[in-house]
């Protein structure tokens, strides 16, 4: 059974940190990359940070600098280190993990910034 397990998701102030974390177990084939999705209320979900399984790092504008995206193959984890936050940072946080055939998703994580 596919399970990708996200953790680390709380209410924070302006400025606060976070580490989400997500464990992957029984994909049947090797996971290439892993992404951080997430979806504020009322927007369309969005890629924030891609890995490439040689360990390869792409985060959008608008988190780069701020944000970091690392991954522990061995574990079948990612993780997204999250600095500086902000109100826009609001949203379910998701896990996707890809494969040469599926992607798989976790249930997320709610991160909440308050002002």
């Known amino acids: 059974q596919v399970q990708l397990v996200e953790s680390g998701g709380a209410l924070v102030q302006t400025g606060g940190s976070l580490r989400l974390s997500c464990v992957a177990s029984g994909i049947p084939h090797e996971i290439q990359d892993m992404d951080w999705y997430r979806q504020a209320p009322g927007k369309q979900r969005e890629l924030v940070a891609s890995?490439?399984?040689?360990?390869?790092?792409n985060l959008v504008d608008s988190v780069n600098g701020r944000f970091t995206i690392s991954r522990d193959n061995a574990k079948n984890t990612v993780y997204l280190q999250m600095n500086n936050l902000k109100p826009d940072d609001t949203a379910v946080y998701y896990c996707?993990?890809?494969?040469?055939?599926?992607?798989?998703w976790g249930q997320g994580t709610q991160v909440t910034v308050s002002s």
């Open positions: 890995i490439t399984r040689g360990g390869v790092t």
């Open positions: 996707n993990c890809e494969t040469f055939s599926a992607n798989y």
